[in-house]
């Protein structure tokens, strides 16, 4: 295809006139089968480049643990870029659109900077962080040739039993909203079609935050999703409210996030009262893409069109005439064209329904200047001494004090115990979405650790470690540490019903509290934890969420080079009870906006 000139940006914004004139002078000349293509995302395990070539697809993914071996920056390029060079050997060679689920930085790759989870930006409450950290995001998932990044996740979080809580700035609309908007402008950039700029993804649209547990449903031939089986509890279930609670408060984040010109939004696994939103035509094309104005495409989640019918082709058939315009197929693409094709051809989906698809995909990747054929990458960027500082600084930021005995902090001690496995391991302060879907613990990827942030910040101390609190019984120190994890999860294998903290946590911080004058509880968590009579027995408890790698962060707030200015994103429940009855109403442990200064 002959370059098109850099005619679609006017100073910082997107000119999206020029842009559809470029996807029109493509669409004109695309067969059927090619448009099909062109609304298909398939995953990068599932088709080659040579197939990329052959049909002209649109969009190649790696979800969840879709990564090279071994999981290199300069691989990641490298598979990045044979996906990308498939595609220009097209009939048409129309650019291709790689995604990946960067969602607290380039996720997938050993080596990148993992900065906080949304729930701990959300702690920070400050928007100018946030769109630095997704700047960041953005830069090094560009530098591995992966123009769209699979974020933010603007869903307005209200039961913390949801496996995806961290994923969600908190539960108060007006925040998700604020700091969603931060995120498109960090990941999109002033020109999005910079090099080192990605296309953001407004998801899970709409309400997935909202959902009641025990309403997740799992489709009997859906194979793949069978294959969990039944831990799915909230995740994927059911909004039930009425329209007014879906607009002050789930709509809400989608508004902002549009108006700080998001070009993606991903359609949700969950239903509203019943209906599934891959197929709801109302919400879709009604509300999202004409009430507010929505120029960009939306895209299915993984298989999530499979879920609408036995039939194969009734999904397609169902989501296409939705609005749904890209499909995350990710694995049977050939038999996806064949549908769109076929449905064209019966009179089941309307030619003008498919363009109107094409074009809009097409319109994002002019805007993102794939047309002007600059995709020379470098992985330079990825993992930088800057970018890690700046995840530092969103650690510290993102803690908060909850409570705090005055004389604790800050550590001064020339003596302290540390207790906790979350104390010394870089794959439980990242949680689930780094390297593989679920994450995973130990030294899964480079970074520092509370202990190691904690000796290097105090040279001059003895700091000694036991992760299971179990010290000699002669020790004692003025000061102790328990670090206390949730095990790393993500989705719906995370959904949890009982939120008290473990029982052999609880039994580390015990240990620990019998050899210290004073105890700190750090509590790494995706969500808020019951800590029961546990707060009683400690002289300071901080929230550190789900920090990612630069654990000196934490570090930083406990020995006072950095103040602690987090507030909580979210109510923190005081009991079970609370937890079972997540709306309320009921008085929390600690409320939103509560933070102690030190």
Not at 50 to 69: M, R, Y
Not at 243 to 268: F, I, K, Q, W
């Amino acid at each position: 295809m002959t370059t098109q000139p850099r005619t679609h940006l006017v100073g910082d914004v997107v000119d999206l006139e020029a842009s559809q004139a470029i996807a029109r002078t493509v669409l004109d000349t695309m067969t059927l089968p090619e448009k099909a293509a062109q609304m298909t995302q398939v995953d990068k395990g599932a088709a080659t480049p040579d197939q990329v070539a052959e049909h002209g697809i649109g969009s190649v993914l790696s979800g969840g643990g879709g990564n090279p071996s071994p999981n290199t920056p300069a691989n990641w390029a490298g598979m990045v870029g044979d996906f990308l060079d498939g595609a220009k050997r097209s009939r048409l060679g129309i650019p291709l659109l790689y995604g990946t689920d960067a969602v607290h930085g380039h996720s997938n790759v050993v080596g990148a900077t993992m900065f906080p989870h949304n729930v701990g930006l959300g702690a920070t409450g400050n928007e100018d962080l946030v769109e630095r950290v997704y700047r960041a995001t953005a830069v090094e998932t560009a530098a591995t040739g992966a123009r769209w990044a699979f974020a933010p996740t603007v869903a307005v979080s209200i039961d913390p039993r949801w496996g995806r809580s961290y994923e969600s700035f908190g539960d108060d609309p007006e925040l998700v909203g604020r700091l969603g908007a931060a995120a498109v402008r960090g990941l999109q950039g002033s020109r999005p079609d910079a090099p080192d700029s990605v296309l953001a993804c407004l998801k899970h649209y709409v309400g997935d935050g909202g959902t009641e547990w025990g309403t997740a449903s799992r489709a009997e031939w859906t194979d793949w999703w069978n294959g969990w089986g039944t831990q799915w509890h909230i995740d994927q279930g059911d909004l039930r409210a009425d329209e007014m609670t879906l607009r002050r408060t789930h709509l809400r984040p989608y508004v902002a996030g549009v108006e700080a010109g998001a070009l993606s939004v991903m359609a949700s696994y969950s239903s509203w009262n019943g209906d599934k939103l891959h197929a709801h035509r109302r919400l879709i094309t009604d509300v999202l893409k004409d009430e507010l104005g929505f120029s960009g495409f939306v895209v299915s989640d993984w298989m999530g069109i499979d879920q609408l019918d036995p039939d194969p082709y009734r999904c397609v058939v169902m989501a296409v005439n939705a609005g749904i315009d890209m499909v995350m197929v990710p694995f049977e693409f050939e038999r996806f064209i064949r549908n769109v094709v076929t449905g064209v051809e019966t009179g089941d989906i309307a030619p003008s329904r498919v363009d109107d698809a094409v074009r809009r995909i097409l319109s994002v990747k002019a805007a993102l200047g794939l047309f002007d054929g600059t995709d020379e990458v470098s992985t330079d960027a990825i993992g930088t001494s800057a970018h890690r500082a700046l995840a530092r600084e969103a650690v510290a930021a993102s803690a908060v004090l909850l409570e705090h005995r005055a004389g604790t902090l800050p550590l001064t001690a020339d003596h302290i115990l540390v207790a906790g496995q979350g104390a010394d391991d870089i794959g439980l302060q990242c949680g689930g979405w780094t390297i593989e879907w679920q994450g995973g613990s130990g030294p899964i990827t480079p970074g520092t650790t509370i202990l190691q942030a904690l000796r290097d910040a105090r040279p001059g101390s003895r700091v000694e470690f036991a992760s299971d609190g179990a010290f000699a019984p002669a020790t004692s120190a003025p000061v102790g540490v328990a670090v206390v994890a949730e095990r790393p999860y993500a989705e719906g294998l995370g959904d949890r019903g009982d939120l008290r903290l473990a029982a052999d946590q609880v039994a580390v911080v015990e240990r620990l509290r019998s050899h210290v004058d004073r105890l700190v509880l750090v509590v790494i968590s995706g969500r808020p934890l019951v800590l029961g009579d546990l707060v009683d027995r400690c002289d300071a408890i901080v929230a550190a969420w789900l920090p990612g790698t630069e654990g000196a962060g934490i570090a930083d707030v406990l020995t006072g080079s950095r103040p602690f200015t987090g507030t909580l994103p979210r109510r923190w429940p005081a009991s079970a009870a609370q937890v079972d009855a997540p709306a309320g109403p009921w008085t929390p442990a600690w409320d939103r906006g509560h933070g102690v200064a030190v």
